[in-house]
């Protein structure tokens, strides 16, 4: 059973006082053992770092594995696969912040904690280690804590409750502040072609053939605090030229996230396309569309809408938005992947700067 995250933190947090403030090395190999007797170690040299998991063979029947997880820290990706595996099979991402930095807990604790309520409690050798101890307790948990002061890091650190055993969350077994070949940085080949998917920021970059940073999904929350009213425009991807075709919406403002039971909608379709919405708060405002835009006034933090592009043959669906605040009057695109195939889907994207963000004079 893993342990609270309050919990451990609250152990690393009460050294803040007691550590030295030093810059951490980025050169170095750390080997520590993490929950279920996981061997993770941590080689870094400059912007490469790797992390070697070896995981034990489990009682079930479960063979003993490896993952290699390498991580370019100025490039932001990373790339994982089991060497033990024939043909490697290799996976790309991308990461911000911390990848699993040894030195980043210490880093943080030093920066963020001005005192600690630990005391000196002698001095112990751990794995060959020499750290000075220190015990305390915070929010009933006794803490214990073996700091290697010669480079400020956290070799081990527990906590538990009076007479109770300790959960050890760092368990350092060996540091070497040596450089790492840079032969244990390279690549196999097999994942040498293979990219981490697009980022949010590059989808919709592609989407809008403008910059990625100017927009944001309206499809994730929460909603801005702040009102404003927002217009909606349906638009062509890559070029966000104005649709040709005729559309309707409906809207309910009344939809509760939290309500026991969610409103059931139907939604009825002509053969020339058009829609009917029925159910919960829901009712059409295309009456309100005017020079093929629709301006909500002050609409709630988040709400249901239902946007109908017309085509004989397809009817609509119903999704929910987020109130997303960039201006006092903010630009909400409807984004047909391929304005030939309503089938292929939209994307609402808010248009938080650039030339987009300004709603049409005309």
Known sequence: MSAPRSLSCLALFALAALLPAQTPPTAYTITQNIPDNVTMTVSRNGSQALIDYKYPAKPDGTPASRSLNLYDLKAGVSHTWDPGVTPINCSAGTFKGDWGDPFEATKEITAGIAKGDLKPAGAETVNGIPTKVYTGAASGMNIKAWLDQKDG????????????????????????????????????????????????????????????????????????KNSCSIVIRVVAAKTMAPSTRKWQAAIDTTYNQDAPTPPHYEFGTGRDGTSTFKGGGIHEITSQIHNDMLRIDNPPAYFNLALNVIQPGHGTGIGLVYRQCFAPVTMLYYVMKDPNDIGAGADYLYAKAGKFAAVPTH
């Open 153 to 224: 890091l956290v070799i081990k650190s527990g906590f538990g409750a009076p007479g109770a055993a300790m959960t050890y969350m760092v368990d350092i077994r060996s540091v070497s502040l040596a450089p790492p070949p840079a032969s244990l940085f390279a690549l196999p080949p097999a994942c040498a072609g293979v990219k981490p998917p697009p980022t949010a920021a590059e989808l919709m970059a592609a989407e809008t053939g403008d910059s990625g940073a100017n927009y944001v999904s309206a499809n994730y929350g929460p909603g801005s």
